[in-house]
Each structure stands twice: as C-alpha cells, then as structure tokens.
C-alpha cells in the first residue's frame, strides 16, 4: 500500500479497522462520502448506530490546528448551532492517531447526522443560512477573544491558481482576459474589520437540510480560520449569487444577517470586493480543471460585470 505524504489516506478496511479499534468498534462496513475534498472521509455503518470518520489529510494540520477547530465546534453546539458531535476515543482524547506503512495519521469520530444537501438556494433556505451565519460569527469573536490569533490580513490576491494555468487553454481571448484580471486583482482591507473565527466555506456543499429546507447540520469546518468575519460572510454570499443568479437573494441574505449582526460601514464596503476576490479565485480553479467553457465562462464574465459595479455600502 503506497501513500504520498501531501496526499490523502487511501481506506482499505484493515486500515480503517486500525482507527475504529481505538473506539471499540470492531464489526463495521463504510462507504466513502460524496462530499469533501481535503481529507478522507468515511460513512461508518454499525449494527446499532452510524458515524462518520475523518482522517486527515497527511501533515495538512497540527494537532493543535485540529483541536482548535473541534473547540470551535463545541462552542457552536454549546450555542445551540446544529454541528456534529465529536467522540473521544477510549483514551479519552478526540484525535485518534495511527500509524500506517511509517506514517502517523490523523483522525476524528463524529456522529452521523440526518439530511441532504440542497440542490439551490430557495427563500426560507437563505434566511436560514443568513441567521446561523450571524450567530456563528457572534460566537466566533468570543471564540477569538479566548485563543490565540493569527496576524491580521491586510491584503487579498490570488496567488493559488493562476499561475497553474496553462497558457495553451486560454486560446478564448475573453477567458485569457478573465484570468489575467483575476491574477491582478488586489483587495486591500481595512484594519478595523472585525476579526474572529469563522467557517469560511459556509454554503449548501457544507451543510445538511431536512425537506422543508431547513438546516440540520453544519459539516466540513476544515477551512475554519480567524479573519475578518465580512470575509466569511462575503464568500456565502458570492455563492448564493453564482448558484441563483439573483442579486436579489444576496441583497435578502443581508438583511437576513443584519437582523442578528448588524454590520458596520466598513465591513459594508468590502462585501462587493471580497466577492469579486471570490469570483476570481474560482474562475482561476475552474479554468485550471478546465470547467470554465461556454455558458459558465459567459456566466462568470456576467457575474464579474455586476461585482464590479455593485455597491452593499
């Protein structure tokens, strides 16, 4: 069995069977989740009860990055936030390791929980979405005010994606124009933002909702970071927009969120940049796995005129 150390585990039962073991579950079967891209993520299936098991991607997070992000949970869930339950092991402790072929792993038990992921955004979903949102970055910033904090970002540009591109795919001029623009954008962001930490990739992909579209569970806090919290709600935001095509959904979303957590004028002022920052970082990703053709590209060149133009101040 061969693992590359920046890669993700590769399940085989026996291998699985080595990190439930420290949870005394021994007669199993998984199935892998359709969900999730940065680590490897199990569907675990007992007799009795269902659980899900993360294994980290190798060397992706500390263990003190990990415990952080599990700390952020259990202050959700303490705040009556719909987030999965994490299992200690019967060490007592919530990371699991194990060693695989000379590789220590990382791991996680959480319970299983009920739903599906909506297909789109609908009216009753965006209010939703919008009012856990708000409380999740209320209780961010009293999570922040108790745990170490990272330097303040003052500046976003895209550095991950475009310079991956290969010239010979930009053969549209319009395309090659639109990365070229999404490899020179530049946000500078006011020091004054409020901070704390915050899921950041908040959007129907990450959660689970029950038939009346209301919210369930809160999964995948993997991208939790500190930072400013209009960055957060910025990133959701461009998402509604790309998946309805409806400025008025997002202009809904806002007021939604206000209702809970008013913003200030700084944070006003920086939704539309961070947004179009948004739309250029995957513009970049689509195009390096070459998905930005015909009425996608047309439609990102659309959303890119609006974010330009538009104004939450």
């Known amino acids: ?48 009860k269902k659980y899900v098991l993360r294994i980290y991607r190798y060397e992706h997070k500390s ?37 695989v072929n ?9 319970e299983y929980c009920e739903g599906h992921h909506a297909d789109t955004y609908t009216n009753g979903l965006i209010n939703d979405f919008a009012t856990r949102q708000a409380n999740m970055h209320i209780t961010g910033i009293d999570y922040a005010s ?22 010979k795919s930009l053969v549209v001029k319009s395309k090659k124009a639109l990365i070229e623009r999404a490899g020179s954008f530049k946000v500078s962001l006011s020091p004054d933002l409020p901070y704390g930490y915050s899921h950041f990739d908040f959007d129907v992909e990450n959660v689970l909702v029950d038939d009346s579209d209301h919210i369930k569970a809160i999964l995948d806090f993997d991208d939790m970071s500190y930072g400013p919290l209009v960055m957060c709600l910025a990133y959701t935001l461009w998402q ?63 959303i890119e005129k609006f974010l330009k133009l538009v104004s939450y101040s």
């Open 240 to 302: 509604v927009l790309i998946s309805t095509d409806s400025p008025e959904m997002v202009e809904d979303y806002i007021k939604s969120y206000e209702k809970i957590r008013p913003l200030d004028a700084n944070e006003r002022e920086a939704i539309a940049p961070i947004m179009l920052f948004r739309h250029y970082v995957l513009a970049s990703l689509m195009q390096l796995h070459n998905q930005l053709v015909d009425e996608e590209l047309e439609l990102y060149l659309r």
């Open 63 to 99: 263990d003190n990055d990990i415990l952080l992000e599990l700390g952020f949970m259990h202050e959700l869930e303490l705040k009556s936030l719909p987030v999965p339950k994490v299992y200690t092991n019967i060490a007592g402790e919530l990371i699991t390791h194990e060693s």
């Open 146 to 167: 108790n745990n170490s904090t990272q330097q303040k970002i003052t500046e976003l540009v895209e550095t991950e994606f475009t310079h991956l591109i290969p010239q």
């Open 102 to 110: 000379g590789l220590v792993w990382q791991a996680i038990l959480m």
């Open 1 to 48: 069995m061969a693992y590359k150390k920046t890669g993700q585990f590769i399940a085989k039962y026996e291998t699985v069977a080595l990190f439930l073991k420290q949870y005394s579950i021994t007669n199993f079967t998984y199935s892998k989740a359709k969900t999730g891209i940065e680590n490897t993520t199990l569907i675990i299936n007992t007799h009795t």
